[in-house]
């Protein structure tokens, strides 16, 4: 399969590859140094570990220039071997029975004792990278992530450095309740979408009611019906594709930004829709017609979104909070069906969507 | 003279005798004893449950159980309830339906979890099956309620239709209305999720009055407490109930009116036991529920956002409770009372309130666990979400629950150690696998070393499921568990120092599982070609959202790895995002 950067075909600058190469380069010197940081940590584990007879256990050969055949006799000797019919040799893992974990309820229990009644505040051997605090994330996470997958999230600016107040002090104004907490993780904690902003939404739905009900203790700490959650996630529909997507408006500052995504994500999605209606397998790599001018019109799309009192808006006429504040979800739309809604804007009357 | 089995039984017979064995292990086991008993087995399944519906494709079910009934299909992997699977990934059902509509033209029931359902799914689904009896949509998207108005119209016999935490495009409130006049078998209806603020209260209502069988009924938050009553008065016989918005006003003549009109309502259902919704609760209105808390055995509070003492007062009504659902505004207090109150709890989730506070917004800690497990002899099922940790207290839950199935931690902040001692989590889950013969599910959280895998691997003999994320140190603890946990059939990684090692180590234990998510991990893309060379009865599928993992050195650590066995050999519906790592592409890309 023919590997290809998508936007070389165009012909036209791609600002997200060309950005990636530098940090590209950067991140092979990390990983160089990530890799011998792990190497003399793997040592130290295994001395602790394992008899001094499983020195094989080394992260050097899986470092670099690794060639062919010895990944191939990796794979097999773990693949085709049982950790008891072969010899020592061939073994790359101490197996459970060489050093058994005691009973938890032998000799650390008693261990867990005296710890209750001390506080430690020597760091423990475990960790071995150079931290903070006990409790910040981890360096090797933070780099792999950053430098191979680039995210959105800024791991290093990351600090826990900054405390939102608690949510249960006295009312404040507004502009105090603005969340500083650090940096998210994408995913963390684990609890489903509709689990997260239940203090502030549940305000909201209050802020409707008459001034006679009387809010949860909690929920009275945000006044304005507004998620301050780290994510706004809205429904964007696409004209022609049958499945819509989702996109979060936090993650993005400005209209330019939000247009920027909105071309990449139905980009990839008519691709494959063009792909898998002619029957082939998809290329991946084939590049196809840009979602160009979605904000000023001139394209071949337009993106138009839905507020909160069901109206249909084009999107980029009103200050980017306020269309943060008021949007409920996003459409794609053919330019050409454009002229037959006739769009208000916020000051002119409105079409019902 | 000895004749055998197979002469002296006609098939009818043996087909009798294996309608009564429903579980689907028992019947596999049926089906290996020898060809005939094959044969007749095949032909009298009448339910089929696909764990990972890309592990084989519908014609091959269908080849060979021609005359099921009911269908169960599980698609994306777990962490897609988290946002880490991105939109588009796939597990569609059209494929399957629109293969079943053909064979299976006497199917009854479909139910579906993290699934992509279209309108035209569904009203394939109206169209294609005249006896269609159950719908359960679980953390399913993609469809509108109009691909529901579909199924409401068409489906003569529906029994149930259950939305359960779905996305659902909410377009009015009017499909509803879809259900004919003369439409009257409904048993389970669950809406919950639908999130517009219209619904048609009247449809609802009549629905209700003319289907004497409703047995579950759960309404969605724009439901309004005043109308609760009337729709209560139409199913007295209702045995499970999801409240909507549990506010209203609480001017005194409101109030009053309100209030004695819900209580009647909610004193009439003698059968009810259990209850749900209560988004917005004001507490003045809880007492409405106190004639039928007696009887509860499940209250799912997990949106009330009321505080310990109004909790506590609720709980104390409920001495029946099996399952509690509750925010972490019970706080310890309030799980103290619960821990008095509910001695025949099996089941608690505490989910955060304030999940990205930095600090604790309530007193909830390591301590409200501790009691429960003390207080609670039946408690077999623990979901908690708390701030701190200590192995002290694991060990201590470990002693006095050894009954315990399910366990499943979540320390908010990621690494935190034992706040007592400062050290690793490791010997307090170590207690738990150690003590907790036969738990099947395990989820971990804070500071953990590879010494808690080494614990896992050697006691979690039963663990059928693993979730791990911002813990180990080496590929040795992807190892641990990899060759110690016999049972495992799940285990879903994120943000774990684990490589290439461990994975290539023990690649045959792949095919063993039904699947394997590694994300943030340190696997890398040649690796990952590598297994997907090596074993071609496993789909190794990369996720890479950026770049392609071939645009980058070999060596390099793949965003997301997903890894499943399957008999249906590579899929061919995958967004650019997820390259697949079968025989050919890892010959074509290297």
């Known amino acids: 399969m023919e590997i290809q950067s998508g936007c070389s075909k165009n012909g036209e600058a791609c600002p997200r590859l060309l950005d990636l190469i530098p940090q590209e380069r950067e991140w092979h ?30 992260i050097k050969e899986a470092t670099k220039n690794n060639s062919r055949e010895k990944d191939e006799s990796l794979l097999s000797l773990g693949y085709f071997s049982s950790m008891k019919s072969n010899g020592k040799q061939t073994q ?49 996470a933070k780099e792999s992530s950053e430098s191979c997958c680039t995210k959105a999230v800024d791991f290093q600016n990351a600090e826990k450095k900054e405390f939102s107040p608690p949510v249960n002090t006295a009312v404040a104004p507004n502009s105090s309740q603005k969340r500083t907490a650090p940096g998210p993780v994408v995913g963390w904690p684990p609890i489903r979408s509709f689990r997260k902003n239940l203090a502030s939404s549940s305000s909201s739905k209050l802020a409707s ?23 706004l996630f809205v429904k964007i529909n696409m004209d022609g594709v049958p499945i819509g997507r989702k996109v979060d408006l936090k993650a993005y500052d400005s209209y330019d930004k939000l247009s920027t995504a909105v071309d990449e994500l139905f980009r990839a999605l008519l691709a494959v829709q063009r792909d898998s209606s002619a029957g082939g397998i998809v290329n991946k790599q084939e590049e196809q017609k840009v979602i160009m001018g979605v904000l000023d019109r001139s394209g071949e799309y337009t993106l138009v979104y839905e507020d909160n009192e069901g109206d249909r808006m084009l999107v980029g006429d009103v200050p980017w909070h306020m269309f943060v504040s008021t949007v409920k979800r996003l459409r794609v739309l053919k330019s050409s069906d454009l002229s037959a809604l006739s769009l208000g804007s916020s000051k002119q009357g409105k079409i019902p969507a | 003279m000895q004749k055998k089995m197979s002469y002296s039984f006609p098939n009818e017979v043996l087909e009798h005798i294996f309608s009564f064995i429903q579980s689907d292990k028992d019947r596999n086991a049926v089906s290996l004893v020898c ?69 299976y033209p006497w199917l009854e029931e479909i139910r579906l979890k993290r699934m992509v359902v279209t309108d035209e799914s569904l009203e394939l689904i109206a169209k294609s099956f005249k006896n269609f009896k159950v719908l359960v949509l679980s953390t399913c998207e993609g469809f509108s309620t109009d691909g529901l108005a579909a199924i409401a119209a068409s489906c003569k016999n529906l029994r149930e239709l259950n939305l359960q935490e779905s996305d659902v495009d909410d377009l009015s409130g009017h499909w509803l209305s ?66 909507g918005t549990y506010a209203a006003e609480l001017r005194p003549d409101v109030f009053s009116n309100v209030f004695s009109n819900l209580a009647g309502a909610f004193s009439n259902c003698k059968e009810l036991r259990s209850l749900s919704g209560f988004w917005d609760v004001v507490p003045a209105y809880l007492p409405a529920i106190y004639s039928v808390c007696s009887g509860l055995t499940s209250l799912n509070l997990s949106y009330a956002t009321i505080q310990s003492p109004d909790l506590i007062k609720l709980v104390s009504h409920c001495p029946s ?68 940790m200590s192995n002290a207290a694991l060990v201590t839950i470990a002693q006095n629950r050894p009954n315990l199935t399910r366990f499943r931690l979540c320390i908010i902040e990621p690494k935190t150690a034992d706040y007592l001692s400062l050290e690793p989590l490791d010997v307090g889950f170590g207690a738990i696998v150690e003590q907790c013969k036969d738990l099947r599910r395990l989820s971990l ?17 039963k663990l059928e499921m693993l979730s791990v994320a911002f813990a180990g140190d080496s590929d040795l603890g992807l190892h641990h568990v990899l060759s110690g946990c016999e049972s495992l059939r799940k285990l879903e990684i994120r943000d774990c120092p684990f490589g290439d090692k461990a994975l290539l180590a023990n690649a045959a234990k792949l095919e063993t599982m039904r699947s394997l ?6 696997v890398s893309f040649r690796a990952c070609k590598l297994l997907g060379q090596k074993m071609p009865r496993v789909n190794v599928e990369v996720i890479e959202e950026r770049e392609p993992p071939d645009s980058r050195p070999e060596s390099c650590p793949v965003d997301k790895l997903y890894i499943y066995r399957s008999v249906a050999g590579p899929r061919f519906d995958m967004p650019p995002f997820v390259w697949t790592m079968d025989e050919d592409s890892a010959l074509r890309l290297s």
């Not at chain 2, 917004?361 to 979901?383: A, D, F, H, R, W």
């Open chain 1, 29 to 58: 010197v990390k990983r160089e140094d990530e890799r011998r940081l792990r190497s003399s940590e793997e040592k130290k584990l295994e001395l602790r570990l394992g008899p001094p007879g499983e020195d094989n256990w080394s």
């Open chain 1, 92 to 140: 790359k893992f101490p197996s459970p029975e060489d050093h058994p974990v005691g009973s938890i309820f032998s000799s650390p229990w008693a261990k867990i004792r005296q710890h209750n009644h001390q506080l430690h505040t020597k760091p423990p051997s475990f960790l071995q990278f150079p931290s903070t605090a006990p409790q910040s994330l981890p360096v090797i």
């Open chain 1, 209 to 231: 009611e008459s001034p006679s009900v009387v809010p949860p203790k909690v929920a009275n700490e945000k006044p304005v019906a507004q998620p301050t959650g780290k994510s």
């Open chain 2, 35 to 103: 060809k005939s008993w094959y044969e007749i087995e095949r032909w009298c399944r009448r339910k089929i449950f696909v764990g990972n519906c890309y592990a084989v494709s519908p014609g091959m079910v269908i080849r060979r159980f021609p005359e099921v009934r009911s269908v169960e299909l599980k698609g994306k992997p777990h962490f897609a309830d988290f946002n880490l699977v991105p939109d588009g990934w796939g597990g569609y059902v059209l494929p399957w339906i629109a293969e079943m509509a053909g064979a």
């Open chain 2, 178 to 243: 879809h259900f004919p006049e003369t439409y009257t078998s409904l048993v389970s209806l669950n809406v919950s999720c639908l999130v517009s603020d219209e619904v048609s209260l009247s449809a609802l209502e009549r629905l209700v009055g003319r289907c004497p069988n409703l047995r579950t009924l759960r309404l969605n938050r724009a439901v309004p407490l005043d109308k609760i009553a009337n729709i209560l008065r139409c199913a007295p016989q209702l045995v499970e109930f999801g409240t």
């Open chain 2, 321 to 388: 409770l099996q399952r509690l659902l509750v925010l972490d505004y019970i706080e310890d207090g309030g799980l103290e009372a619960l821990a008095s109150s509910c001695k025949d709890l099996q089941e608690l989730r505490v989910f955060p309130s304030d999940p990205f506070a930095v600090e604790p917004n309530v007193s909830l800690t390591e301590q409200g666990l501790v009691t429960i497990s003390l207080g609670c002899p039946k408690l077999q099922s623990v979901l908690y979400f708390c701030r701190r």
């Open chain 2, 445 to 461: 959280s804070g500071l953990l070393t590879d010494r808690v895998f080494e614990y896992i691997g050697t006691y979690a003999k």
């Open chain 2, 517 to 522: 998510w590694m994300s943030s991990c340190s």
